[in-house]
């Protein structure tokens, strides 16, 4: 995978990349030739997948990230300017569930902020941070890893299974402003040539929920990888699954 005018790697930033579906993207774009910039907050578990991809024959490079401290994040913008001068790709993944109880009766509102600060917030500040980078790519890619349940065409359809699911002050919300976001940035984006979409993985087997999922990570992860790779005709201000196009 290589940039069409500068035959450069694709250079490409993975957030909350050490493991699930974040790890998989990482591992995905790896193996299709990118150089893949491995972000997460846990140095243990950082380092020990970027030796793992590695080992694989990988082009794997540790980045120190916190998407909710945006010192971290500035670092983080500052040393993929000093060592690669771009970037390709940036691939929001980084996510948190939040406590499971939090109905919008009875939420803890710090709670749900906590899970706006990383799902929503966290996803701005990397973003902004990473625009003068990404603009210096020919061809700028951003994905927002989202979540079929963000979906408020499926939440409110009866017959759908989504709503049947118990109801969500945090998680749920916080993926649909998550694509209502997408839109916004792609409409603004769109005449620098950026294109950004919102990808549903399925429900995958990660820690996020008990590896209840019945999907795999690397099945989860096919989505982010292919809207991450789009040609120069690819569609922006989207939301994607495995499937096609996912109702709003």
């Known amino acids: 995978m290589t940039d069409s005018v500068t035959h450069q790697p694709t250079l490409a930033l993975v957030t ?4 699930g579906i974040g790890y998989q993207i990482a591992a995905q774009l790896a193996e299709v030739g990118a150089t893949v910039l491995l972000a997460a907050r846990d140095a243990g578990r950082r380092e020990i997948a970027v030796a793992t991809l590695r080992a694989t024959g990988g082009d794997v490079h540790p980045i120190a990230l916190d998407v909710t401290d945006p010192a971290t994040v500035r ?6 300017e000093e060592h690669f001068g771009r970037l390709d790709v940036l691939v929001n993944n980084a996510g948190i569930a939040g406590a499971r109880a939090q109905t919008p009766s009875t939420a803890d509102l710090d709670a749900i902020r906590a899970v706006f600060d990383t799902n929503v917030f966290g996803v701005m ?3 902004n941070a990473m625009l003068p980078l990404l603009r210096r ?46 839109v916004q940035y792609a409409k603004e984006l769109r005449m620098d040539g950026i294109l950004i979409n919102a990808a549903d993985p399925g429900y995958c087997a990660t820690d996020l929920n008990n590896n209840t999922g019945y999907r795999t990570a690397a099945q989860g992860a096919a989505i982010a990888v292919r809207l991450a790779t789009l040609g120069s005709d690819g569609p922006t201000g989207g939301f994607f699954n495995d499937d096609g196009p996912v109702p709003w």
Request: aromatic share 2%; proline share 12%; glycine share 6%.
């Open 125 to 127: 500040t990397v973003t």
């Open 75 to 80: 670092a983080a913008a500052a040393h993929v």
């Open 137 to 182: 790519s020919p061809a700028p890619r951003i994905v927002n890893v989202s979540s079929g349940v963000g979906s408020l065409a499926a939440m409110s359809d009866p017959d759908s299974p989504l709503a049947r699911m118990p109801p969500s002050a945090a998680y749920v919300p916080s993926k649909t402003t998550l694509n209502s976001l997408t």
């Open 16 to 19: 909350g990349a050490n493991k």
